[in-house]
């Protein structure tokens, strides 16, 4: 007489596994192709277009405010009360018009991108010496010449900067962006949540720390690159 | 081409030589200010020449300056480069033409020495080649040493940096420059050094320079002609340093050139330009040479008794005798 057991099988754990250790690595190698690195990749992709679609609208509302000032106001108004809106606060205004989708994901991440970025450009371009411009001016160069070719230049670490902290805000909101999309690191983490077993959502949280903090470096070095008038021993 | 001419030979070819410069009834009225930055300005500065704008604060001197190049808009009148009037050209290609050279430099800090001073034939649309070799020339023409160009501004120092705008601003080889205090932001020793190289680089390169300055000991060691502005723009007189000195117009001039013009001519006379008394047999005093100005050699000869000094002529013999009733003569002449 074969019953089936009372205790279902739960599968052939590792030892660690089936005592509920706290972390297991062997866990997170067996579950590295079935969940984690596709979040992990969907996660990177969630903040990729969210900088993208955030650094382009805050781009262009700086140089519209650099030429005309009296914008900046009303676009730091606007921009700070998109930031201070609670994140779940945001995502349960946008289902109702975008659905459970990734457009509500990213609506409400590029919408926090905006007030850093915008402020970071803006206050880059402002920043450039009066002396500066005025001997570009004296010399014939265009408006547009003046923008591209020394503005933008000088005001890069400031935008940069502005990058950072716009990536690291971001890469850690996108977990949230699991309670309306199916995608990124939020999802092994709130799954991890709801089990007693702690190894899914360290692993994916873990991973997040490590994308934020590779992408702020590789930003580091991107500024290094592009402006070396500003290394050691250069800015005396 | 000879290197006495090297630094006319890259010019954009519109403007071979100078150009002279004509403001006629030039007047800018603020919007908003009750009186006009100028009144009416009116003012010729021949092709070659040092024109040296000098006035106290708010005279309108640098107003006067910025409306040749147009970064201001006169309000009526007209200035009028090499024959053909600004206002009908555009702004920017007028500039690339002008060179223009600040108190601040205002040198970018982002670029190095030598894409700094290749801005302008950058924007002019130059070879590179053409470009390398007018960098390295201009750089050698305000004694910098070649290994500056890789370097940045702020691997300079401030005496580096004023030379480095004037390399700038004679890029393209403009026709006409605008210097605004160029050498007022650093040391006196540095300031003197510069003004020199100025008078050696425009014996070289022969310029229509407005030169801006608060200073008139400065006005006069750099001017072939001076205009000293009053409030308002009022050209107050326009003259040789020689002529303003030795018949101010009014009583505002004459304050301004200060009470010791005398001496501030004597400056600009050599010994060689005075005829001087014939050797014969006086007691010979303290030695100076035809190059000598009046001044230090009237500070020579008080301070040795006032006997004649003998002039050499640089070749180890006396040229001749000057006396202080000579120096007195040529205080009288003109």
Same mark, same amino acid.
């Given at each position: 007489m074969s019953?089936?057991?009372?205790?279902? /099988?739960f599968?052939?754990?590792?030892?660690?596994?089936?005592?509920?250790?706290?972390?297991?690595? /062997?866990?997170?190698g067996k579950h590295w192709h079935d969940k984690l690195g596709p979040a992990l990749l969907q996660h990177l992709l969630l903040t990729g277009i969210a900088l993208g679609v955030g650094f382009a609208i805050a781009f262009m509302l700086a140089l519209a405010a650099h030429r005309r000032g009296w914008l900046a106001t009303p676009v730091v108004l606007a921009t700070g009360l998109l930031y201070t809106i609670p994140s779940l606060a945001l995502?349960?205004?946008?289902?109702?018009l975008t659905g459970l989708s990734r457009v509500t994901a990213e609506i409400a991440l590029v919408s926090y991108t905006l007030l850093i970025l915008f402020r970071n450009v803006l206050t880059g371009l402002a920043g450039v010496p009066a002396e500066v411009r005025d001997a570009a001016n004296g010399m014939g160069l265009t408006a547009r010449q003046l923008l591209w070719r020394v503005e933008l230049p000088l005001a890069l670490p400031a935008i940069v900067a502005g990058l950072r902290i716009a990536?690291?805000?971001?890469?850690?909101?996108?977990?949230?962006?699991a309670f309306v999309v199916n995608e990124g690191l939020g999802v092994p983490i709130l799954e991890g949540l709801q089990l007693t077993f702690n190894t899914e959502m360290i692993a994916a949280g873990a991973l997040a720390v490590a994308l934020a903090l590779a992408a702020d470096g590789l930003l580091v070095l991107l500024q290094r690159a592009l402006t070396p008038w500003t290394r050691k021993g250069v800015s005396a | 081409?000879?290197?006495? %001419?090297?630094?006319?030979?890259?010019?954009?070819?519109? @403007?071979?030589?100078?150009?002279?410069?004509?403001?006629?009834?030039? $007047?800018?009225? @603020?919007p908003g200010a009750t009186r006009p930055a100028i009144e009416d300005l009116s003012l010729t500065v021949p092709a070659g020449e040092i024109c040296v704008l000098v006035g106290p604060s708010g005279c309108g001197k640098t107003t006067a300056m910025r409306l040749v190049n147009r970064m201001i808009d006169l309000t009526s009148g007209d200035i009028l480069l090499d024959g053909q009037s600004v206002l009908k050209r555009k702004g920017s290609e007028l500039r690339r033409e002008i060179g223009y050279a600040i108190q601040q430099v205002g040198l970018f800090p982002h670029h190095t020495i030598?894409?700094?001073?290749?801005?302008?034939?950058?924007?002019?649309?130059?070879?590179?080649?053409?470009?390398?070799?007018?960098?390295s020339e201009l750089l050698q023409l305000v004694s910098l040493p070649p290994e500056v160009a890789d370097r940045y501004p702020a691997q300079l120092s401030g005496g580096q940096r004023q030379r480095v705008g004037v390399a700038r601003a004679l890029a393209a080889d403009?026709? #006409?420059?605008?210097?605004?205090?160029?050498?007022?932001?650093?040391?006196?020793? !540095? $300031?003197?050094? #510069?003004?020199?190289?100025?008078? $050696?680089?425009?014996?070289?390169? $022969?310029? !229509?320079?407005?030169?801006? !300055? %608060?200073?008139?000991?400065?006005?006069i060691k750099l001017g072939d002609r001076i205009a000293i502005l009053r409030d308002g723009g009022v050209l107050a007189q326009y003259a040789t340093p020689d002529e303003l000195l030795a018949a101010p117009a009014d009583d505002f001039v004459a304050e301004f050139v200060g009470a010791d013009r005398g001496l501030k001519r004597l400056a600009l006379t050599r010994v060689g330009d005075v005829e001087l008394l014939p050797v014969a047999g006086a007691t010979i005093a303290a030695s100076v040479g035809l190059d000598t100005s009046l001044r230090d050699a009237l500070s020579l000869l008080l301070s040795d008794g006032s006997r004649p000094l003998a002039v050499s002529d640089g070749n180890g013999v006396v040229a001749g #005798? #000057?006396?202080l009733e000579l120096i007195s003569q040529a205080m009288r002449r003109r």
């Open positions: 019953q089936a057991p009372v205790i279902p /099988d599968g052939r754990g590792s030892t660690c596994e089936r005592e509920n250790g706290t972390f297991c690595l /062997d866990w997170v995502f349960q205004l946008l289902v109702p990536t690291v805000t971001v890469i850690s909101l996108a977990t949230v962006a | 081409m000879t290197s006495e %001419h090297i630094a006319q030979t890259e010019g954009p070819g519109a @403007y071979p030589q100078a150009a002279p410069l004509e403001l006629r009834n030039v $007047r800018k009225q @603020y030598a894409q700094n001073v290749a801005t302008v034939p950058r924007l002019l649309g130059w070879d590179r080649g053409r470009i390398d070799r007018r960098v403009p026709p #006409l420059m605008l210097m605004d205090e160029p050498f007022g932001a650093v040391d006196p020793i !540095t $300031r003197a050094r #510069l003004q020199d190289e100025l008078l $050696r680089l425009q014996r070289r390169v $022969r310029k !229509t320079i407005v030169f801006v !300055t %608060h200073d008139i000991d400065e006005a #005798l #000057l006396s």
